[in-house]
């Protein structure tokens, strides 16, 4: 499986988000998820969190819904609870390639070990 995944970055929160209309590829089709990326973007995340754990109770490995609610609980300062969800990316069975904002391709557990390490950069400590 091959995701489509435009990922985007909140400058001054330095989060990693996975657009609205994420495109995944499976078998020449495209599926279209909703990863909350509109309410990250506009700084609800409170509203972000509601809707991506009702995502998950679906869909529970999705990298890009597991990087979402990080970044969500990272914005609202849960950074233990963002850190839980960024190990489960980076460990999932599924695994994505994902598109950053830059034009780089990355596979979805390298955004979570790079979000992990935005966290320790301010000062987390992770273990």
Do not use: C, H, K
Not at 111 to 126: C, H, I, K, V
């Amino acid at each position: 499986m091959i995701a489509i995944l435009a990922t985007a970055s909140l400058a001054a929160a330095g989060l990693f988000l996975a657009q609205a209309g994420t495109a995944t590829q499976i078998d020449n089709s495209i599926v279209q998820t909703d990863v909350a990326f509109e309410q990250l973007s506009n700084g609800e995340a409170r509203a972000a969190i509601v809707r991506l754990e009702a995502a998950l109770l679906e869909n529970a490995g999705d990298p890009a819904l597991l990087i979402n609610l990080g970044s969500a609980y990272t914005e609202i300062g849960d950074l233990e609870r963002a850190a839980t969800y960024y190990r489960a990316a980076a460990t999932s069975e599924d695994r994505y390639w994902l598109e950053l904002a830059g034009g780089q391709w990355v596979d979805s557990r390298t955004a979570a070990r790079r979000a992990l390490q935005t966290l320790e950069a301010r000062g987390f400590a992770l273990r």
